[in-house]
């Protein structure tokens, strides 16, 4: 079934616009991870190296916060040319810096300073498919027997509410064919996690802003 494109001002939307949410925050998160040519993307194990989570306000849809952390990896630390290539995560920044055990308590301290962990606050993982939350983060847990936060097994796979938006099932989604449906000029760079964020939390307004209810995707 053929979906028709739908340009959305974002830039120009103002507080109130979208409808009331069940949550009072998304946070937009898009893990980068090890990868090589050969292994089509996926050594093994695979290891994240970019941490990015953005803290949206779901009632005015701005960035309230931004976590950010490259991270060394411990089996394969020298990160292959292939990587480098499709992320643009070279050497040298990842290179002194801490390893996943140490970002993933860096995180919850972020999520704790702003006020995620509260009892009354509501706020829900918003991503672009279901693998950095299905996938690479439990098994970086499993490798590294670290205890997965409870907060991370809930989340929306935005492309299950872009469907819902546009009135037709998108096997095939991605963030730059949601970005052109949209008409939302790609920020930075593809691949980069901290610029897949900013770019993801555009689409996911551009989805409110139309009317729609951001859910969990995974329950």
């Known amino acids: 079934m053929a979906c028709s494109s739908a340009s959305v001002d974002v830039s120009e939307a103002r507080s109130g616009e979208g409808v009331p949410q069940c949550y009072d925050y998304f946070l937009v998160l898009d893990f980068e991870a090890t990868c090589d040519e050969q292994g089509h993307r996926r050594p093994k194990p695979q290891e994240i190296i970019e941490f990015p989570c953005l803290k949206v306000n779901s009632r005015t849809l701005e960035v309230e ?22 992320t643009g995560i070279t050497q040298e920044m990842v290179d002194g810096k801490p390893h996943f055990p140490e970002v993933l308590q860096e995180f919850d301290v972020w999520m704790n300073t702003n006020g995620l962990l509260e009892p009354s606050t509501k706020s829900l993982f918003v991503t672009c498919g279901d693998w950095d939350l299905k996938t690479i983060l439990p098994s970086e847990c499993q490798r590294l027997k670290l205890n997965r936060p409870d907060y991370f097994t809930k989340w929306c796979n935005l492309k299950t509410p872009f469907s819902l938006s546009v009135g037709c ?3 095939n989604a991605s963030m730059v064919s949601m970005l052109e449906h949209f008409d939302i000029p790609l920020e930075g760079r593809h691949h980069s996690g901290i610029d897949d964020c900013r770019n993801i939390a555009k689409i996911l307004r551009a989805i409110v802003l139309k009317g729609n209810t951001i859910r969990s995707t995974n329950v």
């Open 65 to 86: 916060s931004v976590f950010h952390q490259y991270v060394l990896p411990d089996v394969r630390p020298q990160l292959t040319g292939f990587c480098t290539k499709l």
């Open 169 to 171: 099932f998108h096997r």
